[in-house]
């Protein structure tokens, strides 16, 4: 079935590693997009994408990195993992921005000791 | 100061009731406006965009209101199929800003 798609749901790591977080959508979606949610603050962007090679820094990208080689991936790397950066966090996809309906992945709960 | 704020209730009302949400955002250039629904432990879900003439889909009304920038949501007839948290996202500058979510509990 079409959809969006991430893995893994769950991650545990320790503080210092390497993580990369998938996602993957079959809509052929020109925008993707990477949100953590936590406690308090709701829904915040991380980056953001509008199309194969172009990527934006949302409100909270420090400590992150995000590529997009192809339209449908869009993977997110936590270079070196803080216990901060304990979250659920959601990609999301939308065929233009601004009026358009965003579409979310299940989220992954990560959780870094 | 946050961009979208969001009243976090919790509202628990009983069945049939009407319940109204109200969201502020801080940017006048604000471009588009929404309102989801998140589950427990879900991810959101659109539930409808607001337009500057208010919009109605069912037993939901969305209004907003670009002067004081705030934007509403009413439900009327609550069924215990709402009970959610209800979030207020905002377009601004190409970015979508997202409310902390209010807290709905439908009561038989």
């Known amino acids: 079935d079409a959809g969006i798609t991430q893995s893994p749901r769950y991650k545990i790591t320790e503080t210092g590693r390497q993580v990369t977080l998938m996602c993957h959508q079959t809509w052929s979606h020109s925008y993707m997009f990477w949100y953590r949610q936590d406690l308090g603050h709701g829904l915040r962007l991380i980056y953001y994408?509008?199309?194969?090679?172009?990527?934006d820094k949302g409100e909270v990208p420090d400590g992150y990195v995000v590529s997009r080689s192809k339209t449908e991936n869009f993977p997110l790397t936590l270079e070196s993992a803080t216990r901060s950066q304990t979250s659920v966090y959601f990609c999301?996809?939308?065929?233009?921005?601004?009026?358009?309906?965003?579409?979310f992945g299940p989220g992954t709960r990560l959780l870094v000791l | 100061r946050k961009e979208v704020e969001q009243d976090p209730g919790p509202f628990n009302v009983p069945e049939g009731a009407t319940v109204a949400f109200n969201c502020t955002y801080s940017?006048?250039?604000?471009?588009?406006f929404f309102w989801y629904r998140q589950d427990c432990r879900k991810e959101p879900k659109l539930l409808m965009s607001v337009y500057s003439s208010g919009n109605e889909d069912g037993r939901f009304t969305a209004q907003l209101n670009r002067a004081s920038q705030y934007i509403s949501l009413l439900i009327r007839d609550s069924k215990l199929s709402d009970s959610a948290t209800y979030l207020c996202v905002v377009n601004t500058a190409r970015q979508f800003y997202f409310g902390t979510g209010t807290s709905l509990t439908v009561i038989p």
């Open positions: 999301a996809s939308s065929d233009l921005l601004e009026r358009e309906t965003q579409y």
């Open positions: 994408s509008a199309a194969a090679d172009i990527t």
């Open positions: 940017n006048s250039a604000s471009q588009s």
